[in-house]
């Protein structure tokens, strides 16, 4: 009965929020509510997440100390840092830039750091990936983005700003949830349901390829591999599909 009760109301959410425009749904994740709602959500899923994603976060930020190394080092620049689910991962020394547009999620960040003090929070930038106006050119050693590129409004616009603030030979790392295989039944519930999934994820989209923007910026390398994130529970069975890798300018 209970189950009942959870599955009829899901299905009127959807049914309202797909007849609801794209001004609608832009109003409504606009609205200061909805941030600081989303950001004690993250606070929360991050934990989940990162549960879930462990090995392979460690995996790709296992180069991060040499990377930054390699070209003399420098600042971390982390793009849509949320909480700080990456603290504990970055090596002992990092020196992380946290751009981060959504204000609700600083106390987060700032409590994070503390937990991980082998990280240096240098500095909570406010704003978005797509125009990093505050940041110079070829000023930062390495650049992170961890289930954000599914966020932004413009993928290539933001790829184009990584390259330009990184130095050249400099590493971008990142880890993201992307569209499943064309033909699958989950990427046709991916495309059906992606309007709904934005209203769950702060204007997310769960059908993004993003690897074709990856491989179209114009970075000298980019490796990635894709999988599909088993430990994620069927809640998240739409963000189950993963891509993760690296990027040289
Ligand atoms: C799903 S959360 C991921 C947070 C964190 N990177 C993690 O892995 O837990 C997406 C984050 O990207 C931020 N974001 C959304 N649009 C953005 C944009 N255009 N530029 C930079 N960050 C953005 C959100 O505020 C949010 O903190």
Redo the contacts with the bound molecule.
Sequence with gaps: MIVLGICAVVIVVFAITAAMSDKVREAVISSKIY?KG??VH?NL??RI??NAVRKHKEDIFEKLKSSVESVGGGDIL??????G??FEFFPEGSSIIA????PH?VPYLRENAEKFPHVQLKNIVP????NMDGIPDASVAAVV????L?????VKA?LAEIKRVLKPGGYFYF?EHVADEPETWRNSFQRRFDNQWKYL????SCSRETWTHLDNAGFSTVSYRKFDLKELTVLCYLIRPHLAGHAIK
């Design positions: 941030k989303f950001a993250m899923f991050s997440h990162n982390e793009i849509g840092a949320g909480t689910a990456n751009l981060e547009p959504n999620m704003g978005f990936a797509e983005c961890t289930m954000t599914c966020s932004v409004s413009d933001t880890l994820g702060d204007g997310c």
